[in-house]
């Protein structure tokens, strides 16, 4: 009996076809990129600058703390995250004078004259536990909440909100309104 050969398959053409597909697919194929938190960071001191211990009256300070349960809690008081922008432009503005909310200093601003200056800084403490979403949620509504203020700043004296002043004018609203934002270490919990 003759032994009948098994016919090869050529796979030289299956290499090309699948480099192809790869090219393609690397091609066409989008990725995530990862947005950060825009932060400006204070200055370095000199060297021959001095290091002051600020005494801040505590009236001039609210806690704002998220728990590892995703709480949070504003100047002692349990709220959702939609309500917080509002509690710190209340808290930032001070529209009554309240004895308990920030006090106000008259400062002279170049190019403005006398403008009441607030001397609120909302204190940020988290848990080691607080996700990662309520953090950067609360962190967005402090950065809206100071950004309506100085819209309405700006509105109130130039006619324009704050993105469409010249450099030199959000300069000024930024010495009117100060984004005062100080991050605690955060804590854990747990382990107390």
């Known amino acids: 009996m003759a032994s009948k050969k098994t ?5 030289g053409s299956m290499a090309d076809i699948s480099f192809i597909a790869l090219i393609f697919f690397l091609m066409v194929t989008t990725m995530d990129k990862e947005m950060g938190i825009a932060r400006r960071l204070p200055p370095i001191p ?3 600058q001095k290091v002051e211990d600020q005494k ?3 009236r001039n300070i609210i806690q704002v703390k998220i728990n590892s349960n995703d709480r949070l809690f504003a100047g002692n008081q349990a709220m959702d995250v939609s309500l917080l922008k509002d509690k710190i432009k209340e808290f930032l503005t001070n529209p009554n004078n309240d004895p308990n909310l920030p006090e106000k200093e008259m400062k002279e601003i170049a190019g403005l004259g006398q403008v009441p200056v607030s001397k609120g800084v909302i204190s940020l403490q988290n848990d080691r536990g607080t996700t990662y979403s309520k953090y950067i949620a609360v962190q967005n509504e402090l950065i809206k909440a100071v950004n309506e203020l100085r819209d309405e700043f700006a509105m109130a004296r130039f006619g324009k909100k704050y993105e469409r002043l010249d450099e030199d004018r959000q300069k000024l609203v930024r010495d009117a309104v ?3 934002i100080s991050e605690a270490e955060p804590k854990d919990v747990k382990k107390r």
């Open 178 to 180: 100060p984004q005062q």
């Open 7 to 11: 016919p090869e398959i050529n796979g």
């Open 56 to 58: 801040v009256n505590r």
């Open 46 to 48: 000199t060297e021959d």
